[in-house]
C-alpha cells in the first residue's frame, strides 16, 4: 500500500524529533563543556603564571636589597673608625656574598621564561654593576693606607646610598610594568 | 681671594697642618690649590680620574658649598666626607 506525501513527511519529522534533534543539542552541549575546559584550562595557566610572576618579583626584590644592605654595612663602618664593627661587617659580607650572587643570578635566570627581553637585559646589566661593586670592595680591602681606604671606603657609601639604591628602586619597577604587576603604565 | 681651608683630622695628619691660607675663588680651586701645595694629600682629596671625591663636601658658615661658588675674601671652609647609614 503506497504512503501519502503527507505520511511520509511526518515520519521524517517524527523521526528528527526523536533522534536527530537531541543528536545535535548532545553534540553541542560536548563542544561547549570542551571549550569551558579549555577556558578553565588557559584561566589555571594563567593564575599560575600571574602566582610565579608575582613570588619572582618578591623574591628578586628581597635579594637585591639583601645585597644593597650588606654592602653598606661594609662601606658605612669602613668609612668611620669603629674597626670592629668594620670587622664584623667584612666578615658578614665574605661569609654571605657568595649565596647573595647565586641567588640574585638564580632570579634572573628564571627572569627569562617571565619578562621580556629587555627587562631580562636590563637584570643581567645590573647584576654586571654588582659584580664590578663587590670587585671594588675587594680592591679597597686591600689598600695600604688607612686614610686613602676610609675615604675609597666613603666615596662607595655615597654611591650605594645614592645612585645604587635609585637603580634598584628602579629596576624593581620596571620589572614590575613589564610582568603588568604595577599600578603605573610606564616606568617614570 | 685669600681663603682658609681647614682639614679633616686624618688629611690634616698627613699634611702635618690642620689649615692651609690658599688663594682660591672656589671650593673646587681651593682643594686643588691644597693639593698641589701638599702633594701627599691628593689622593685623599681627588680620586685615581683626578676629579673631587664624590662623599666631599665642603662647608662655611654651618651651610654647603656648592663647589663652584664664588669665596668671599676671608672666608674659613672646612672639608668633610659624607658617610650614611641605612
Request: charged share 25%.
Amino acid at each position: 500500500m503506497p504512503f501519502s506525501a503527507d505520511f511520509l513527511e511526518k515520519l521524517i519529522l517524527l523521526a528528527l524529533s526523536a533522534f536527530a534533534i537531541p543528536f545535535v543539542l548532545k553534540f553541542w552541549e560536548q563542544q561547549r563543556a570542551v571549550r569551558e575546559k579549555d577556558r578553565d584550562a588557559a584561566r589555571l595557566r594563567q593564575d599560575k603564571l600571574i602566582q610565579a610572576q608575582t613570588e619572582f618579583l618578591d623574591q628578586l626584590t628581597q635579594q637585591l636589597w639583601r645585597w644593597r644592605y650588606l654592602t653598606m654595612r661594609v662601606t658605612y663602618y669602613g668609612g668611620t673608625d669603629v674597626a670592629a664593627r668594620y670587622g664584623t661587617a667584612r666578615e658578614a659580607y665574605d661569609n654571605q656574598i657568595w649565596d647573595v650572587l647565586n641567588d640574585i643570578r638564580f632570579e634572573i635566570s628564571k627572569s627569562r621564561r617571565l619578562v621580556s627581553v629587555a627587562v631580562h637585559d636590563a637584570l643581567r646589566n645590573f647584576y654586571n654593576t654588582i659584580v664590578e661593586i663587590d670587585r671594588d670592595l675587594l680592591s679597597i680591602s686591600a689598600e695600604a693606607d688607612p686614610t686613602a681606604k676610609k675615604l675609597m671606603y666613603t666615596d662607595m657609601n655615597h654611591k650605594v646610598f645614592s645612585s645604587v639604591s635609585e637603580s634598584i628602586d628602579k629596576l624593581v619597577e620596571t620589572v614590575a610594568v613589564d610582568l603588568g604587576l604595577s599600578t603605573h603604565q610606564s616606568v617614570p | 681671594m685669600a681663603v682658609t681651608l681647614r682639614l679633616p683630622a686624618d688629611i690634616a695628619r698627613a699634611a702635618g697642618v690642620e689649615e692651609l691660607l690658599l688663594e682660591a675663588h672656589s671650593a673646587d680651586e681651593l682643594a686643588r690649590r691644597a693639593a698641589e701645595a701638599h702633594p701627599e694629600i691628593r689622593r685623599y682629596l681627588f680620586d685615581s680620574s683626578g676629579r673631587p671625591r664624590p662623599s666631599m663636601a665642603f662647608y662655611t658658615e654651618n651651610r654647603i658649598l656648592d663647589p663652584y661658588e664664588q669665596l668671599a675674601d676671608g672666608s674659613v671652609v672646612e672639608i668633610t666626607f659624607a658617610i650614611s647609614g641605612g
